[in-house]
């Protein structure tokens, strides 16, 4: 299932091959991924599926065992300095300094990078409605967010890396955050890459797409081709069936009787076939959304994984 | 202009955005020669990715509805051009077929709908008094 | 776990079943040995001195072990685990139980200790002084941290207090006490009154400690802040006053010093600044004092800002002094910034501390000396000063002696920083252990020297070590010369830190190195042999590896290796 995309020299972040392994657990399986420059690259796994440890990798917080990470061209372990004044971070647990002011941690993240905006950054905080003058620690959990978020903005960094930025946080403040990533993406050449859990907010702002499961990247593309490429399908059988249809490109199969609904990928010309094949008519055909495909992918048992996808 | 997006219907964003521009043309809402809002506003007010956008107002352009005129906007087109009548006489077949489709599947037959046609149809002329 | 008694009591013991293995049967074992060396009188002093050291550093582990507290994740410091505030258990029983099992595994240690390592030797050590003295000194320790949660400074302020209280009183008082001779100190009253006062007032401090932390603990869980509101609002006001910082940072070392010194830069001065008060103000308010008491106490004076940097040490080689968790956190960590930048930024902070510390040391000692002090020990040793070196040779013995100090107060604060910023647990452990053990080991001799000094040491007793010491420290010269070497080049390599920074660094260090063999040649002009020796271990006591080592370290905890 391969999803063309722009081609590998144009991508802002290139990965090949990578894996990881802690102790027993293998984290990522041989995943290869390129994210253009310009787009907006959304990453979805379950918990635990490898979304963070990617995402280190990309920072140099961790060093590739095998395979490589390329960031604007540099390994972000060996030239820490060249990558990361470029790349704007948002961690899954704000981790920032309690003990600092709002306005000391402003004015702290401003010597590291040269190009902070000093306007940006004050529209920002006003915007986001946060005091200069209380400590970090007094915070609450959506105001730390966002204040993570200010200092990973205000420098306009080519890419913005957010990892889970709405877990945690009430509708008002992920609105925020989403406003702030579209602003990010609508100045020419930035691009984001974003992990999130939460499908719809992903369909909204995302052009790219990449799944991960279980450490293997299980689709990888452009969101809308990605789409285009599943469909729900309802099939009815003349006689009634006693055990789910095998179709071999269904994802989930649900249903009983004479009437099966089908989650299934690939080219709608194979599928009509397979479905003859079954001895079964289509009554039903829709687009499923982002929610039922990941679902349905992320319920595969191990055994049923084809091998790791590469986005090219 | 007033749209609601849902990623959730099945029909891809842009589409929807293409459908419900059309929808305010054709309707009235949208007058011919109004300026619709820019790409980035757009994309900012719906919380959706700019590309989508541009998208959606690519396919407009191609389909006549709006034309975008060099450095100032983007603008709908005036009316009279045959494609916004085309339009309009798309969107109204669709609803009559799916009505359609409804009475076959209820069984009540063609003359008894353009009876009942008629019959709604007269006081709605007057209230509106054209 | 059918109670909460044994689930508490589990819990400590899973935690730091290691430890407590080991000391076990590291106690155990010393009793073994000693049980078979008992009839040979070569051995048996040497055992004695190990033995005590042994039984110091298993105290020392089992304070450590119910350091019973855990930080918030959304950032409060150490205090107690709050997540026990959602049992269903009183308060009362919260505190009394981690308080009792403490208190019961330190009289077990020490009892244990007395018991299987000295009576083998034929030495029986006093049982019920030291052990109520210890019940009360841990009742103390837990009550501290546990009446602190949110000011780490004043946690340390009194953790220093007390230490400095707890070390003074077996180091000096204890001994007095047990054998009588209390007049040598200048007390005139009764041996026995002050025996008993001093029993009742130890056998208060225990449950005195358990109502004050049950109240503290109380106000924690119940979410009522007390008494120290108006603190923290003054401080609130000060901070922004006159810490807040109107203009910008000029680079973004400058961010990360600020940064650095903000979090560890006081913690030295602050806590030499504790033992200072609590050894001036009582000493002056004591009356005038004899010669030997003022020479006593300002040795203390100087010697707590070695003992300090020694201990600070450790925790300034993690990451994040405040935190027990070695990694580095990521906001540090995706700074764009390299390794080499930040070990420069903890050195330079560190060098700052150590300054102010001294300086503090300095003032108030020679504060103290002219108000309470008695010059005639003093003028006694300066006269031997005057009688051995001339006038130049004295002025520069004195600058440069101050030096030397400064220079070894700052290698005890960073030696600990390539093994602390490396992430790796075991060994982090490990040298702290190994620095224990040497300091332990140091001390012990010391006081025995002083016990025995009548015993005079003379070089033949040496023999075997005059001869190989040399060759031993030269080879470690030229080991620590390579090892060195290597580093830099791999910090030059990887591009870490500028070629001036390096040069920078070696200069510093040969100045270093050339003033302390400036302070060795002019204090012993006559002895060659020692004089050279000295050298060495001045070349050895300078850190040249060691910053390099720390930066690569550091790149790979970074990285997650």
Known sequence: MNFPSTSSADAVIAITGLSRRFGSKLALDDVSLFVPRGSVFGLVGENGAGKTTLIKHILGLLKAESGSVRVFGKDPVADPVGVLSRVGYLSEY??????????????????????????YAEQLRGQFDLDPAARVKTLSQGQQAKVGLLIALAFRPELLLLDEPSSGLDPVVRRDILEAIIQTVADEGRTVLFSSHL?????????????????????????????????????????????????????????????????????????????????????????????????????????????????? | MQINISPKEGVPIYQQIVNQVKYLVASGRLSPGEEIPPIRA???????????????????????????????????????????????????????????AEAINMGIELDQIVDLLRERHAPMQTRTGK | MRSPALAIAWEIWHRNRVGGVASLSVIGTAGLVNWLVRGNSRWTGLAEVTGYILLVLALFFTFACFHFTEGRRKGGFGSFPFRLYNMPVATHWLVAFPMLYGSVAVLTVYVAGAWLIFVPLGKTLPIVWP?????????????IIWSFPESRYLKLLGLSLAAAVIAFGWMFFLPHILEGTLSELGYTGSPASFKRHLLIGLALAGPAAFGISLCRVHQQRHGMTFGLRPFAWCGEWTSRRFLSRPKPFRSATQAILWQEWRQTGYILPIGVGAILMMTCVPSYLSGPLT??????????????????????????????????????????????????????????????????????????????????????????????????????????LLVLAFFAVLVLTWRFMVGGLAVGLSGRKRWYQLSNLLTAVVWVTLLACIVWRSDHSDHNLHLYDLWPWVTWLPLVLGGAVIAKSSLAAWTWYQVDQRQMLFRQSIYAYFGCWMLAAGLLTGLVVIAFPHTAWLRNLLVLLAMLLVPLAGPGMAMLTLAKNRSGS
Not at chain 1, 274 to 288: F, K, Y
């Open chain 3, 291 to 396: 010669g030997k008491t003022t020479l006593g106490v300002l040795s203390w004076i100087f010697i707590s800002p070695f003992l300090l940097a020694v201990i600070i040490g450790r925790g300034f080689g993690k990451p994040d002094f405040w935190n027990q968790d070695l990694n580095m956190s990521p906001f540090n960590a995706v700074r764009p910034l390299t390794s080499g930048q930040w070990v420069t930024a903890r050195l330079k902070v560190a060098a700052a501390s150590v300054l102010l510390t001294w300086g503090l040391a300095l003032y108030v000692s020679f504060v103290w000396v002219a108000h309470a002090g008695d010059f005639e020990e003093l003028d006694q040793l300066f006269q031997q000063l005057k009688f051995h070196y001339s006038p130049q040779e004295r002025w520069s």
């Open chain 1, 199 to 312: 499908l719809d907010e992903v369909e909204r702002v995302s052009d790219q797409l990449a799944m991960i499961h279980r450490g293997r990247l299980v689709l990888c593309g452009r969101l809308d081709e990605i789409k285009e490429g599943h469909r729900r399908l309802v099939l009815r059988f003349d006689a009634p069936q006693a055990a789910p249809p095998p179709m071999k490109q269904a994802l989930s199969v649900r249903g009983s009787g004479r009437e099966w609904t089908v989650l299934c990928n690939g080219e709608r010309s194979g599928l009509c076939a397979s479905v003859q094949q079954l001895g079964a008519r289509i009554v039903d055909e829709q687009v499923p959304s982002l929610d039922e495909i990941f679902v349905a992918h992320a319920g595969q048992k191990a055994g049923a994984l084809e091998p790791s996808t590469a986005c090219s």
């Open chain 3, 131 to 143: 052990c109520l003295y210890l019940v009360c000194g841990f009742t103390q320790f837990q009550m």
């Open chain 1, 94 to 119: 704000r981790d920032l300094p309690v003990w600092m002011r709002v306005d000391q941690l402003l004015g702290y993240t401003r010597a590291f990078y040269p190009g902070w905006d000093p306007q």
């Open chain 2, 42 to 100: 757009l994309a900012e007010q719906l919380t959706i990715n700019p590309n989508t956008v541009a998208r959606a107002y690519l396919e407009l352009e191609r389909a006549g509805v709006v034309t975008k005129r060099h450095g100032s906007g983007t603008y709908v087109s005036e009316s009279g051009s045959p494609l916004a009548r085309r339009e309009r006489v798309r969107i109204l077949t669709r609803r009559i077929d799916a009505l359609l």
